[in-house]
């Protein structure tokens, strides 16, 4: 757990903004 969590920390900014793009696009998909 402790190493996902360095893992997770340790991700580019930008990586984690296209994952919350992509989570964001599938939410609206699904409501549509």
Do not use: D, R, T
């Not at 340790?10 to 994952?19: A, F, M, R």
């Amino acid at each position: 757990m402790y190493k996902k969590a360095l893992n997770y920390k340790g991700k580019p900014l930008e990586e984690l903004k296209l994952q919350e793009i992509k989570n964001i696009k599938m939410k609206s998909k699904a409501v549509l």
